[in-house]
């Protein structure tokens, strides 16, 4: 079992005291702030204990199977709310109805698995009533940003030939040009209804709900022939469980504690492109 210690925040030196708990066969150096720690001798104890020691250092520890590389993946799988981008969008949204504080309230709860996903969605959408429909091109305009390292972790990822597909809970205004932008080969997400230029407070269609989102990584893993044991699966609340559980690699981004506990890996101060030196 290889160990990859890395985290912006993190020395060399502190990564090297991270490295020394493992003893490790080999230590490789991946960059100013990434170490890859071979043949170690892993256990669930030595697992929960590097992996606190590398919390309390601001660092991320992430045990992955010693010969595994991007190439063996065939999509990358992404949620988009609080993973590719660093917003909640219905959040900010909301801000601009004065109705952050509530909005965000029950976002959180869904989130971390507390509240039905559609249900809340459904509250959260109908507290939007009567909103002027610019408000969503401000959100994206104003506050919309790509979390840390997301850009250069796709452009490794589609020059390596794998697919990428965005799968949300959130919005297709917003989706639909982060597709794009970036380059995306597919996203999926829930249709906001306008009338009048104004949004109604419902949603077009089924809700992508975490079932859904499970079922989209299916359909584009059957749509391209790739098993989705080859899919990189990533998320960050309870929403995105079921697709990560059906992936070949499982990968919790700032995570919820409930999603952190059963991801392969998590990332909890790297950025996306710490997905790079795991799969180095």
Do not use: W
């Not at 249900?119 to 959408?125: I, Q």
């Amino acid at each position: 079992m290889n160990l990859v210690l890395q985290g912006p925040q993190a020395s060399l030196d502190s990564l090297e005291q991270l490295a020394a708990l493992a003893s490790p066969a080999r230590v490789t150096r991946l960059g100013e702030h990434a170490l890859r720690c071979e043949d170690v001798p892993f256990s669930p104890e030595l697992k929960e204990r590097i992996e606190a020691a590398a919390f309390a250092a601001q660092a991320d520890a992430c045990f992955i199977a010693a010969g595994r590389k991007l190439a063996d993946f065939g999509l990358v799988a992404m949620d988009m709310d609080s993973t590719l981008i660093t917003i909640e969008c219905i959040d900010e949204i909301a801000d601009m109805q004065g109705l952050k504080p509530q909005v965000a309230e029950i976002t959180e709860a869904a989130m971390r698995g507390e509240l039905d996903f559609a249900a809340s969605l459904t509250r959260r959408v109908a507290l939007l009533e009567g909103l002027d429909a610019s408000a969503l091109q401000r959100v994206y305009d104003e506050r919309l940003r790509i979390s840390l390292g997301g850009e250069a972790m796709l452009k490794a990822v589609q020059a390596a030939g794998l697919k990428t597909l965005l799968v949300s809970g959130g919005f297709t205004f917003f989706t639909d040009r982060l597709k794009e932008r970036l380059g995306l080969d597919v996203t999926h997400a829930n249709v906001l209804e306008v009338a009048d230029g104004k949004l109604t407070g419902r949603v077009l269609g089924g809700i992508v709900d975490a079932e859904e989102k499970m079922r989209t990584v299916q359909r584009v893993c059957a749509q391209y022939g790739i098993d989705p044991q080859q899919a990189i699966v990533m998320g960050d609340g309870a929403n995105d469980l079921k697709m990560m559980g059906i992936a070949g690699l499982s990968l919790a981004f700032r995570a919820k504690p409930v999603v952190r506990a059963q991801a392969a890996v998590a990332l909890n101060f790297a950025g996306l492109d710490g997905l790079l030196n795991i799969l180095q």
